[in-house]
């Protein structure tokens, strides 16, 4: 039988390519699975002329089994010529994904495919509805660390569970103590994206969303612990998705950045030596009979069984 996963990335450089080369180890994986990738349009304060490069270089990388579509800024179900908050862009988009995956699932193509499932980036998780709305379930791409899922679950539950203002944290000297992590982990340590509250709403309603995907055993290269990889850099989550907020952020100077890598790169580095400990481990874990490599093969497993399990209900 002739399988079809649809894949929903969130357009950004830290995001795209690395779903862009999941989808590739899945198609390898299984003969009879062809992937759909349903590329929603970045935000344009995040649009640069190399993420626009790539998205475009899309259409015309030569594989088997893998479908690239780009939507546009037209298809969004609002005007085009106003900008949604973050939280409401991509919900803007469900509908263009929607009628997307209808016209693959038309039972009228030649080359129909079973649809068995929506792989959903961890800040599109607005299209969960879409692929319940297809009564397939969905499995979440979580690009960061696994370190970083579990404080977000765990603010998630000190907001909605505990009732606890996260905002005090910002300038505390408190330690929290976090499931996932094997040692307390100082406020002053908190990403920012947690701290400020615009953000934070962001953070918190995709970690509700995250229960309701399927259930996959963690796959984090079985390195938790992170081997005290932690380095006293100053950074305060400047990533991708910070890009617009105006937030107070600490920066850094290129001669404070060039410093303390100099001080990673010193031959007699305890650093230097975990790194390229974790380095080797990372390495042995994407080759056949790893860690990552095992939780891929799981991955396909249970798209298939669910299949099975259909066609005996």
Not at 60 to 65: E, L, N
Not at 117 to 124: H, L, Q, T
Not at 159 to 184: H, I
Not at 264 to 285: F, I, N, P, T, Y
Request: hydrophobic fraction near 40%; charged fraction near 25%.
């Amino acid at each position: 039988m002739k399988l079809e996963l649809v894949l929903i990335p969130s357009a950004s450089h830290g995001h795209l390519p690395p779903l862009v080369e999941l989808s590739k180890l899945l198609v390898d994986g299984h003969d009879d699975l062809s992937i759909t990738v349903i590329v929603i349009p970045p935000r344009q304060e995040l649009r640069t002329p190399s993420l626009s490069s790539y998205i475009s270089s899309l259409s015309t990388m030569p594989r088997d089994r893998i479908r690239f579509i780009v939507l546009s800024d037209a298809d969004r179900l609002n005007s085009p010529n106003t900008e949604p908050d973050f939280r409401s862009y991509s919900e803007s988009y469900k509908p263009a994904v929607k009628a997307t995956v209808a016209k693959l699932n038309d039972p009228a193509r030649p080359d129909l495919s079973k649809l068995v499932g929506f792989v959903v980036d961890m800040f599109c998780t607005q299209m969960i509805d879409v692929a319940n709305e297809f009564n397939v379930p969905s499995y979440l791409f979580y690009p960061s660390s696994a370190a970083f899922l579990g404080l977000q679950v765990h603010m998630q539950y000190l907001c909605d569970v505990e009732k606890y203002d996260v905002g005090e944290l910002r300038d505390s000297d408190a330690e929290l103590e976090v499931p996932f992590l094997t040692r307390s982990l100082p406020a002053k340590c908190v990403p920012s994206v947690m701290l400020n509250k615009e953000w934070l709403s962001v953070v918190l309603s995709h970690a509700r969303r995250f229960q309701e995907t399927k259930e996959q055993q963690l796959n984090g290269f079985q390195m938790v612990e992170e081997m005290g990889l932690a380095v006293e850099i100053r950074n305060h989550f400047q990533g991708e998705y910070m890009a617009a907020a105006e937030t107070n952020r600490e920066l850094i100077t290129a001669e404070e950045i060039e410093r303390r890598i100099g001080c990673l790169m010193k031959q007699d580095s305890d650093v230097r030596d975990r790194v390229k400990k974790m380095s080797e481990k990372s390495h042995v874990a994407v080759m056949d009979g790893g860690s990552s490599h095992h939780a891929l093969v799981r991955f396909i497993q249970d798209v298939t069984d669910n299949i099975s399990s259909e066609s005996c209900g």
